[in-house]
Every structure is written in C-alpha cells, then in structure tokens.
C-alpha cells in the first residue's frame, strides 16, 4: 500500500483485525474533541473511508457498527505520491515472499470467545417492528444494520422471544364480532380488510380474516325431510333428497285400475277438426318405396332342427333384419295357409270387453275411428289366473265361438299352436343372436298369453264422418307379430329409420314379422295400413307374447354392451297389456 494511504488509515493494532486510526492520534485532546468523539459514536452515522466506502477488516468484511471509530482526514489522492517509471520498481518474486507457518498461530478455543448475553440486550417492542416475513428492521436513520459478513440483518431473528405464558388470556366470546349484513359479499379467496383499509397481520405474517371462527358443530342444521326433491327425470343424476328412508313397494301389490268403471267416452263427442278445410290428400298418390327393402329370413333350422351353420346363418339375418328395421319375411316355418272362418257378429261388449267382434269404426288408433272390422282371441285364464284373483272383468272370460264353421275352435286351437312354434323359433334366433342361450327366453313365454285378430278391411270410404285410415299408425305393444295376410298389395306400410314408407307386400309361403314394445333391444317399428283397392282385405295377425306374469326388464347384458344405466323399469306383461286394451275400443258402440 502506498505510504500516504497509510498515514491516512493505517493498522495499528498488535496482529488483530484492523481499526481506525488518524494522524492526530499522537495529539493532546482537548474538550472540542471529546465533543466530536461524542458525536462520531452516534448510531444513526457510521464512518466512511476516504473514498467513502465503508472499511474492510483482514477477510473484506465490514467491521460491525459497534467498534469504536474516529474521525479521517480527508486525503486528497491526486496530492499522493505516484512513482514516475513503475518500471523503475524492484521486481519482487512471490516464491521469495515469507509465508506464516500455520503451525506457529496460536490456537483459538471457540468456547472462550465472548458470547453477547441477550438477557442484556434493550426490549423492542414488536408493535413497531415490520411483522411481514422477508422485511427488515431499520435503525434510527432508516438504514439496515450490517453483520460483521456484511449482510443485513433481518427484525425477527434479532428480536428477543416473547414469553406466552405471560400473555394475557383473551376469550374470543367475548371479542366484537362484525356486522356480516353490512358486508358486501367478497369472492373466494379475498380476505376482510381492518379499519385503515389494510388487512391485519399476525406474528407469521399471515393476514388473519375479520371474522371470529365459527364451531360447524353450533350450527343449525337444516331438515333435510322438508326439503323438496330436484331430480330430473330425463338426466341419470342422483335424488337430492334421501331415499334411503322410503319404504320398499312391490309392484305386484299395486292396486290395478278395474277398466270395466272407467266412464265411457263417446270418440263422437270429442273436437273433431274440420278436416273440410284441410287439402284432400289421396293416400294412394303417396310416394312408396319398393317392397324389396324388407328382407326375407328363412328359419327352418330352428323349426325342423338344422345343423349349427344353418342356425348361426338364420340368427344373424333374424338380428339383422331386427336392428334394422324391426320388420321382415320370415318362410321355411312350415305351415301351410290355413282357411279363413267366416265371421259371425259376437260382439265384445257380450263377453269381456276384449274377446269378440268388433264393428267397423270401433277400435280407435291416435282418436280416429280404424276402417276395418275384427274378432278378436285370446289364450285363456283359469281359475287361479292372475286376472281372476283380482276381480277383473277385462280378459276374465273365455274367447267366444261362432255357429259357422262348426269347426272353428278346432281350426283356432291348431293355428295357435303352429303359430307358437314359429314364435318361439324366432326367440330362439333372437337369444342366439344376442349372445344368449338358445332357450334363454323359454321360461319367459312357456304359457305365452297369445292373442288372435281375424280383421277384414273394407275399401276406405273418404266421406265417411271422423274416419281415420284403415289403421292408424301404431306399434304393437307386445313382443312378436306373426302376419298372415290375402294377396292384397299396397296396403301394409312400414316406416324406416329414415321416414320413409315401406310397403309389406305378401310373398307367398311367407309370414310378415314385426317386433313389438316389449323387445325394446331391437326396434319396435311404426306401422299403417291404408287399403285403397275395391276388394276386401283379409288379415290375421298372431301376437306371441310373454306370460302374463312375466317381469319384463332390461337385460343385463345389453345394458352392459350400452355402458349406459338402464331406459326402461321393469314391467309385468299383464298390466302393461290391461293399460292398452282398456283404450283400444269404444265399446259405447258395440252394440
């Protein structure tokens, strides 16, 4: 270092840690410099060097502002000497320089260091200092105090631990609690603010809502029993309320409507459009698609017994032909064409309200009379039936039997039996189909409440008042329907997926099959019939249905296959049959 440099701000102390120092050192004191002294210890100024930095010990860290220290003389650096030729200077090798020997130095023991007692150092009040984590504590002239590494130090470590026992106890009943009402409601996640708009802290720094914590356990609970429930029937989403608490109820013990005590309604007494005004529409000049849409299956393997290829060939056209369109022709049953009975006039109303004849214009499709005549069979019911023990009228009686042909009855029995044959064959290709055993719906239809229609339809007559068409468009509400028609063509219309109109035109040899409410894994498909033609159309239809008692509902394996929840509730056959009989005929007219 060079000598001037030194005379300013020299070392002087036996081999510790540098310390200030002046020329005047040597000097008398009088009073004006203990004064200066005086000031100079000030903690609010800490002295500077000559260039106005603050001095560095032997490791470059700053001396901490508790050392004694003294006023400098400014030293003015261009007054210093400068060496003219640098190159004039010795050289001096480092090699050569002495070097301490480490094993010289005195060894230092840390535990004798002095150690500050805290128990001397002044309290501070916390109120005054910066709680927020991360801020620091100022001195009285707003600077950071430095360590002895230079770095500043930070408020909460240098305070003193505040005795908690000491604290005085506060009971938080007994703290003012804010007026919520006069609160504006605050979003999710934004704190109250105090008094000065600020939020409060607390000792972590944390800022502590406005609100004195409330015990869930003293809350009042609402009844849940009085509250409404919000279910939606068209969404899968679960009850509000609890249902845990409703009781069980078998449907079978639910009490059946008695159709029989239903008032009568008279169809000629309800509004009727004045179809006068409406454009005359000839449903003959209606476009038709070809009849060649419907496929034909032929089922003999499950009839007369076939090998497996035969069986997996008829299933897989019968599965087709049902989750296409729900209608198809269905040959290799092996029943030859039986002969048509001639109608005797037994009317239903004489029997049991569905069992008989029926008149032109009393079965009733969509509120418009149906321009065709029926007789209608049914299988029979025991004593121990299920309608019986009921006390029903409806179904209750036997299927009455006409003087012409005197073998009617024979004639019936024996059709009824072919007809369940190839019912049940169709089941089977179905079951098959879907993955299922062959004989998985057999338990489900082995006593099959079948129902018969004989129906002849007369030229639809277009001045006839509050006619509708030959037959309105429906879907059958059972499970399956054997057709078996005359030659008559363009009568028959089934409605595709698209919308388009298809006409079932008869094939000889083959029956028209169409699936009904109750096999809603399929389709159950629309259909009409509109004779326009100047013959009279002969139609019989034979329904194969479930056992009455039968509990239809969906199968587990279709609704896994769907990954969806179940569409339907289970349903017993029999009621849902009762609910659609009950509407079918206007029995007002019967006789």
């Known amino acids: 270092m060079d000598a001037g440099v030194a005379g300013a701000c020299g070392a002087a102390a036996s081999g510790s840690a540098s310390v200030w120092a002046d020329d005047d050192a040597a000097k008398p004191r009088s009073d004006s410099d203990d004064a200066d002294d005086a000031d100079d210890d000030d903690d609010s100024v800490r002295p500077r060097g000559a260039a106005g930095r603050r001095p560095r010990g032997a490791a470059g860290r700053r001396h901490p502002a508790a050392l004694p220290r003294r006023r400098c003389r400014p030293v003015d650096p261009a007054a210093l000497p400068v060496a003219d030729d640098p190159a004039a200077l010795p050289a001096v090798d480092p090699a050569a320089l002495p070097v301490a020997d480490p094993a010289a130095l005195p060894a230092v023991d840390p535990a004798a260091l002095p150690v500050a007692d805290p ?235 569905a069992r008989g004849y029926q008149r032109i214009g009393q079965n009733i499709t969509q509120y418009a009379r149906d321009w065709h005549e029926g007789f209608d069979l049914y299988a029979p019911v025991g004593p121990d039936h299920t309608i019986r023990k009921r006390g029903l009228r409806t179904l209750a009686g036997t299927n009455p039997v006409p003087r012409n042909p005197p073998d009617f009855a024979a004639i ?111 389709t159950s498909t629309l259909h009409r019939v509109i004779h326009t033609k100047g013959n009279f159309r002969v139609s019989v239809p034979f329904f194969f249905e479930p056992n009455f008692d039968t509990v239809v509902e969906p199968l587990p394996i279709c609704v896994e296959r769907s990954g969806r929840p179940p569409l339907h509730k289970p349903v017993m056959y029999g009621d849902h049959l009762l609910r659609k009989v009950g509407g079918n005929f206007d029995i007002s007219s019967a006789e």
């Open 119 to 353: 128990a001397a150092l002044p309290a501070v009040d916390p109120a005054r200092a910066a709680g927020a984590a991360g801020r620091r504590h100022r001195g009285a002239a707003g600077r950071r105090p430095r360590g002895a590494a230079g770095r500043r130090h930070r408020g909460v470590a240098a305070l003193p631990v505040a005795d908690t026992a000491a604290l005085p106890a506060v009971d938080p009943a007994a703290l003012p609690v804010a007026d919520t009402a006069r609160c504006r409601p605050s979003t999710a996640g934004r704190r109250h603010r105090g008094a000065a708009g600020r939020r409060p802290r607390g000792a972590a720094g944390r800022r502590h809502p406005a609100l004195p914590a409330v015990d869930p356990a003293a809350l009042p609970v609402a009844d849940t029993a009085a509250l409404p429930v919000r279910c939606r029937p068209s969404t899968p989403r679960r009850c509000r309320s609890p249902t845990a608490a409703l009781p069980a109820v078998d449907p079978a013990a639910l009490p059946v409507a008695d159709t029989a005590a239903l008032p009568a309604v008279d169809p000629a007494a309800l509004p009727v459009a004045d179809t006068a005004a409406l454009p005359a529409v000839d449903p003959a000049a209606l476009p038709v698609a070809d009849t060649a849409a419907l496929p034909a299956v032929d089922i003999a393997a499950f009839v007369g017994g076939g090998d497996a290829a035969a069986k997996r060939r008829a299933a897989a056209a019968v599965d087709a032909a049902c989750r296409d369109c729900g209608f198809f022709y269905v040959v290799g049953h092996g029943v030859a064409a039986p002969a048509t009975p001639q109608k005797d006039e037994v009317s239903i109303a004489r029997t049991d309200l």
């Open 412 to 522: 019936v029995d024996d059709c009824v039996a072919k007809m369940r044959r190839v019912g049940e064959a169709i089941m089977h290709a179905m079951a098959f189909g879907l993955g299922l055993d062959e004989n998985f719906f057999d338990s489900r239809m082995d006593d099959s409440f079948w129902v018969m229609r004989l129906i002849g339809y007369p030229p639809l007559d277009p001045a006839a008042d509050g006619v509708g068409i030959s037959c309105g468009e429906h879907t059958d509400y059972g499970c399956l329907t054997i057709l078996n028609t005359d030659e008559t063509t363009g009568a028959l219309q089934v409605k595709s997926k698209s919308g388009e109109w298809i006409t079932a035109d008869p094939i000889p040899g083959a029956f028209v099959i169409n699936i009904g409410d109750m096999v809603n894994i399929y």
